[in-house]
């Protein structure tokens, strides 16, 4: 039986596991925290819709479902040429036929960064962020600033989606409190048009939401640096504010850039479109010489460098189907067949954007684009869909065909 090696346990790591476990392989999982975060259904921690534990899935208890081995451990460094992957506890791993890298990203860190807080950052602040929208509405007033950043070395590392959707459940919260009027709540992003890779259908939408929730833009400006009270932009205007969630674009995994690893100019590591590394086209490590473990490491989820439409997104379900197709890739190879899957055709952009009355669904391939209000509906779709992806991925409910 062949052994594989999964870097990270969020969705692509996971899945990968999952999927290779049913194709009867031996499978080690490292991840660096006991549970798997939803991280899509977090944006109600900090309007207290949802608790902390209802966004973690024991890690443990997916291995008891899977029947993969375990490591909870992080990732001191990683080296293609020996083969080999190190633990922050000292321990070596080299003994595996594939390795997978699903690590994710780090994030890029503006000045001042510490002055914010991010909804997609570490799970811990979405209950920091609780914290200070309570105080807030304790308080009774305020300044609200949201807003995420770019990449401008690859524009798929950018994630505004959760921070559109939280900015829209705490203001339907302020809302329901009945002192949405006492706070000033504006989004900012260094874009001309935020949201703009969802199609023009969806960003003129989102406009009218804007407008008639009396919800202030402030786009179009780099941002030089976060303070306590307030945002600095490159023409020095200040944006005060009371509380800012900012969302940094995504960085090249500090591991893998001083790894051997071949990346992109963002140090996201260079795949295929089967999900297999590019050391080069010939085959040879980054520094000329011969691979001694040529094609068996492969990178999903947002560790990877995607290419393809400027309009690309790194998603989950993008990270679940690079796994699902890795894992067919694996085993195809092992068969001696050739009928390998890429992940090109399958990149769009999906999501369910929940507003906390309510959601939009939003899709966009090369084809089409376009966004459907769901009142009411929509939000209680994205709660039973959290609700799937729990027990899906526990095995205590059939998976839907796709997803």
Known sequence: MKSVLILGGG????????????ENYNVTLVTDRDYFYIY??????PTGESKFEDVCVDIRELRKAHGFHLIVDSVKSISAKKG????????????????????????????????????????????????????????????????????????????????FELFFNIHNLLKKK???????MTFFAPM?????????????????????SNLKQHFGKKITRFEEDGIVFEDDFKLESDFTMFIPAGDG???????????????????????????????????????????NIYAIGDIAALEGYDWRAKQGHIAE??????????????????SFLGYYEHLNILCVMDTGDGAAFVYRDDKKAFMI???????????????????????????????
């Open 253 to 295: 995994h500090d591991v893998i850039k001083n790894s051997d690893l071949p990346v992109n100019e963002a140090g996201f590591v260079k795949i295929d479109d089967h999900g297999a590394v590019k050391f080069s086209d010939k085959d040879t490590f980054c520094d000329g010489e011969d691979m001694s473990r040529p094609h």
């Open 192 to 212: 001309d048009q935020p949201g703009k890779r969802m199609g023009e259908k969806a960003l003129s939408m989102m406009d009218k939401m804007f407008e008639m």
């Open 40 to 45: 899509p259904t977090s944006i109600w921690i």
């Open 321 to 338: 189907v690079m796994a699902k197709n890795v894992v067919h890739n694996i085993k195809e190879k092992d068969n001696g067949g050739s």
């Open 84 to 163: 080999e992957v190190v633990l922050d506890s000292g321990k070596v791993l080299n003994e595996y036929d594939y390795l997978i890298l699903a690590m994710g990203a780090s994030k890029m860190k503006p000045e001042g960064i510490e002055h914010t807080l991010s909804i997609c950052g570490a799970p811990e602040q979405s209950l920091e962020i609780k914290k200070k929208v309570d105080e807030l509405i304790e308080k009774g007033s305020g300044k609200i600033c949201f807003g995420f950043g770019g990449n401008p070395n690859d524009s798929s590392a950018v994630r505004g989606g959760p921070g």
């Open 11 to 22: 969705f692509a790591g996971i899945d990968a596991a999952i999927h290779l476990k049913k």
């Open 373 to 403: 209000p769901m009142p009411i509906v929509g939000h209680w779709l994205k709660k039973a869909w959290g609700y799937y992806c729990r027990y899906s991925k526990l095995g205590k409910i059939p998976r839907i065909p796709g997803m």
């Open 178 to 184: 009945g002192i949405r009027d006492k706070f000033e």
